[in-house]
C-alpha cells in the first residue's frame, strides 16, 4: 500500500464529515442557546415569549446535544479518521454515507419541526406516557437508521482494508472506529424497538396503549452506551493523536484495543442503574446491573494508565531528540 495516499484525508472524504460537522455546530449552538434559556428561565427574571413552554425549551436543549449534536460530530469524525488511516472509501461506500448524512438530517428537521410546534414536548428520553407526534418519532428513526449507513460504510473501509493488507495490524483508529460503530449499532436496536414497535404505532392510533416499563428498559438499553458512545472519540484522541502531537509514542497499542473491546462488552446492557426506582424490575437485576456499570472502571483505568506512561516516557531527558513515531501505517 502506498502510504503517501493516506497521508491526509481524501477531498471527497472530507466533504462528508465536514457535512456532519456543519449539522453538529449548527445543533451546539441551537442547543446551547436554549440551555442559556432555561437559565433566565430558572431565574424568575424572565419569561418565554409567544407562549412558549419551558418543557419545550428543554426537549429542544436535550434532543440537539444529546442526540444531534453527539451522532453527528462523532460519525463526522469517525469518518474522518478511516479515510486518515485507512484510505479513501470506495464510491459505493461513500455514497452509503451520504444517504445516511442525508436521512439524518432529514429526520433532524422533522423532529425539531414538531418540537417547535409544541407537539412533541417529550423531553430527550420520550418518556411514555408523554406522547408526542408521530413525524417526531419517525425524525428521530430516520436519525437512527442515517447512522447505521454512515456506520456501515466504515465498518466495510475496514473489512476493504483486512482483505487488502492481509496478516498486518489494522490500523488503531480505524479499529477504535469500527468498535464504536458497533457498539453504536448494539445500543440504537434498543431505542429502534422501543420507536417502530410501541412509540409510533401508538402515536398513530394504530394501537391503545404502550407498555411504559418496557419502553423505559429500552430507552436505557441505549441510552447507557450512548454515555460510551460519547466517550470513545475521546479516548482515540488521547490513545493516538495526543501522542502524535506532543511528539511521542503510544505505550501499547494492545492495551489500546482491548480497552476498547472491554467497553463494547460493558456496554451490553447496562441501562438498569437508571431504573433503580421502577418497581417492575427486580432487585437481583437491578443490583447485577450496577455491578456491570462499575466494570467500566477496568478500561478507564487502563486508559489512565497509558495515558500517564506516555507521558513520562515523552519527559524523559533526551526524549525530545528522538524522531516522533508516525501512527498512520
Do not use: C
Amino acid at each position: 500500500m502506498n502510504t503517501q495516499s493516506i497521508l491526509r484525508v481524501n477531498h471527497k472524504d472530507a466533504r462528508v464529515a465536514m457535512a456532519h460537522m456543519y449539522v453538529a455546530f449548527l445543533a451546539l449552538a441551537v442547543g446551547g442557546l436554549m440551555g442559556l434559556l432555561q437559565v433566565f428561565v430558572r431565574s424568575g427574571r424572565f419569561e418565554l415569549p409567544a407562549n412558549i413552554g419551558y418543557y419545550q425549551v428543554l426537549t429542544v436543549h436535550g434532543v440537539m446535544l444529546g442526540l444531534v449534536l453527539t451522532t453527528f460530530f462523532i460519525m463526522g469524525f469517525q469518518y474522518a479518521v478511516v479515510s486518515r488511516t485507512a484510505g479513501a472509501f470506495s464510491a459505493k461506500q461513500r455514497m452509503a454515507a451520504w444517504i445516511g448524512f442525508w436521512l439524518m438530517t432529514l429526520g433532524t428537521t422533522m423532529a425539531a419541526t414538531m418540537i417547535l410546534l409544541n407537539e412533541a414536548t417529550v423531553l430527550y428520553t420520550f418518556y411514555a406516557p408523554l406522547q408526542a407526534h408521530w413525524i417526531f418519532y419517525l425524525g428521530l428513526t430516520f436519525v437512527v437508521v442515517g447512522s447505521w449507513l454512515v456506520g456501515f460504510a466504515q465498518v466495510a473501509r475496514y473489512v476493504q482494508w483486512r482483505k487488502a493488507n492481509k496478516g498486518q495490524t489494522s490500523p488503531l483508529l480505524t479499529f477504535m472506529a469500527v468498535v464504536n460503530s458497533v457498539m453504536w449499532f448494539v445500543a440504537t436496536l434498543g431505542v429502534a424497538s422501543e420507536v417502530l414497535l410501541q412509540l409510533l404505532p401508538w402515536s398513530l392510533g394504530l394501537i391503545a396503549r404502550v407498555d411504559v416499563l418496557i419502553t423505559r428498559t429500552l430507552f436505557w438499553y441505549f441510552g447507557h452506551a450512548l454515555v460510551y458512545f460519547w466517550l470513545l472519540p475521546a479516548y482515540m484522541a488521547w490513545y493516538a493523536i495526543v501522542p502524535k502531537i506532543i511528539g511521542g509514542k503510544i505505550f501499547s497499542d494492545s492495551l489500546a484495543r482491548l480497552s476498547f473491546i472491554l467497553f463494547l462488552l460493558f456496554s451490553i446492557p447496562v441501562g438498569f442503574h437508571h431504573q433503580l426506582t421502577e418497581p417492575g424490575i427486580s432487585a437481583f437485576w437491578k443490583f447485577l446491573q450496577v455491578v456491570l456499570t462499575f466494570m467500566v472502571i477496568i478500561p478507564s483505568l487502563m486508559t489512565a494508565f497509558s495515558m500517564f506512561a506516555m507521558f513520562e516516557t515523552r519527559a524523559r531527558p533526551g526524549a525530545w531528540r528522538k524522531r516522533p513515531v508516525r501512527l498512520v501505517p
